[in-house]
């Protein structure tokens, strides 16, 4: 059975990358690219679009891959399992500080690898299901994060807009980012919050979301550039 989830392998040992993604092959799935360095990592993550990385600890740099993973954290939302073939007690605190989503150790074994993947997949799939819950009449919604487009501040409220439907909370800005996924929503201006995910297009003072133009002020701009 093919899994068409998008994997990339980054290992500066060539024949390492090659033999895990003969792995991976092997366990169905069909979409996989290799990196060997850091500048070749984000160049496939622009270009292949990963879904999921497995990723080397140590590389030509001892803690290039730590540095690999801080970046994505920073930049992306990109889940990814560490490679790692010791047990330096040092290098393994400073892996877990950036919450990868497992390990797997040298030599593979192919069933440690498939749970890893599989474990990861299904993290981000539930990551993916956070939902903001408020009420709206008398009625309690439970709003998956992923359907806002952005939000407006209006005096007291703010109108949540949703692809289908607006709607209007007693809250504040503040108190919906404190709710929402923190690498996801961005304040834009005093006035709005959008779903970073949804922006259709940037310019010098503005983002567009499903076809309305949002102001963004000029201390805010250096986010979404």
Do not use: C
């Not at 090659?18 to 069909?30: A, Q, R, T, Y």
């Not at 539930?126 to 407006?152: C, H, S």
Request: charged share 25%; glycine share 2%; hydrophobic share 40%.
């Amino acid at each position: 059975m093919t899994n068409t989830t998008k994997i990339l392998v980054v290992d500066d040992e060539v024949l390492i990358a090659e033999f895990l993604k003969d792995i991976l092959v092997s366990l169905g799935f069909i979409n996989i690219q290799l990196a060997h360095n850091m500048q070749q990592t984000f160049v496939e993550i622009e270009r292949f679009q990963p879904e999921l990385l497995l990723l080397d600890i140590r590389m030509e740099r001892e803690l290039e891959g730590i540095e690999i993973a801080q970046k994505i954290n920073e930049q992306y939302n990109i889940p990814f399992v560490f490679i790692t073939a010791h047990s330096d007690a040092q290098i393994i605190r400073q892996a877990l500080d950036t919450n990868p989503s497992g390990y797997i150790t040298k030599p593979f074994k192919t069933m440690d690898v498939y749970a890893a993947i599989n474990l990861a997949i299904k993290n981000k799939a539930l990551q993916q299901e956070k939902t903001l819950v408020f009420k709206d009449g008398y009625d309690t919604v439970n709003l998956p994060t992923n359907e806002i487009l952005f939000a407006k501040s209006e005096g007291n409220y703010i109108d949540l807009f949703t692809s289908k439907k607006i709607y209007t909370l007693r809250n504040s800005l503040d108190w919906l980012l404190e709710n929402l996924p923190e690498n996801e929503f961005k304040k834009t201006h005093r006035s709005y919050v959008v779903n970073v995910k949804k922006i259709e297009k940037i310019t010098s003072k503005s983002v567009f979301i499903n076809n309305t133009e949002i102001p963004v002020s000029r201390n805010s701009l250096i986010d979404f550039l």
